[in-house]
């Protein structure tokens, strides 16, 4: 692959996270995107099969490593389960936002995307989808204590469901405000120690 063709790979990309940033994925059109980098659109199918492809290429490798920080956190915390270290799994859910954070601050731009530019495309519910995620590793993390004999009490699906959307709605307020990676870390240390200390009286037991 030649170094004219990579060139323009990269300039399509950057004028399409540019223009999808300004004025949303549903409102710019190929033939912007081209324009500003400086390719036909017949060339541009030469990178992309359509516009949707292409905004998924700026944000999908990003959602994949998120999503490996997650499956990392929670092989962590059912190893340390099995080993009934309660409270380290505790600290892994701590370390791991902490991760989530400075991520997601190592690629502002793509999940300023995300989260305000993504309507029209099959990201548009990329917090939701995280909900859903956390919803079935929580009541597989439940089943898990109860085998092992710890009592807890029933918890409603939809009312995880509610608390992990507000967990992580709150956490991404962080990138829609614009904080910056001290203000969200600062503010990241106090939303942990709001909802352990909620998860702690509802379970009715300490990690």
């Known amino acids: 692959m030649g170094r004219d063709y990579e060139e323009t790979h990269t300039n399509i990309l950057k004028s399409a996270q540019l223009l999808f940033s300004k004025k949303g994925y549903e409102r710019t059109n190929l033939r912007e995107i081209c324009s500003k980098a400086?390719?036909?659109?017949?060339?541009?199918?030469?990178?992309?099969?359509?516009?949707?492809?292409?905004?998924?290429?700026?944000?999908?490798?990003?959602?994949?490593?998120?999503?490996?920080?997650?499956?990392i956190?929670?092989?962590?915390?059912?190893?340390?389960?099995?080993?009934?270290e309660l409270k380290n799994v505790w600290e892994i859910s701590n370390n791991t936002i902490i991760k989530f954070i400075n991520y997601i601050y190592e690629h502002f731009d793509v999940f300023r995307l995300l989260l305000l530019c993504s309507d029209g495309t099959p990201y548009y519910d990329f917090?939701?989808?995280?909900?859903?995620?956390?919803?079935?590793?929580?009541?597989?993390?439940?089943?898990?204590?109860?085998?092992?004999?710890?009592?807890?009490?029933?918890?409603?699906?939809?009312?995880?469901?509610?608390?992990?959307?507000?967990?992580?709605?709150?956490?991404?307020?962080c990138v829609i405000h614009e904080y910056t990676k001290e203000e969200a870390l600062n503010s990241v240390d106090y939303l942990v120690s709001f909802f352990n200390a909620g998860w702690k009286d509802i379970l009715e037991f300490k990690l």
């Not at 909900?131 to 590793?137: A, F, G, M, P």
């Open 73 to 84: 956190s929670e092989k962590n915390c059912f190893e340390q389960l099995s080993f009934n």
């Open 38 to 71: 400086g390719v036909t659109v017949g060339a541009f199918y030469n990178h992309f099969e359509d516009k949707e492809k292409l905004f998924a290429t700026l944000v999908q490798p990003c959602i994949e490593e998120l999503n490996q920080i997650y499956n």
């Open 127 to 173: 917090v939701e989808k995280l909900v859903l995620i956390e919803v079935k590793e929580s009541l597989r993390f439940f089943d898990e204590l109860r085998k092992r004999d710890i009592k807890i009490p029933d918890i409603p699906q939809n009312v995880i469901h509610m608390l992990a959307h507000c967990y992580f709605s709150s956490v991404f307020e």
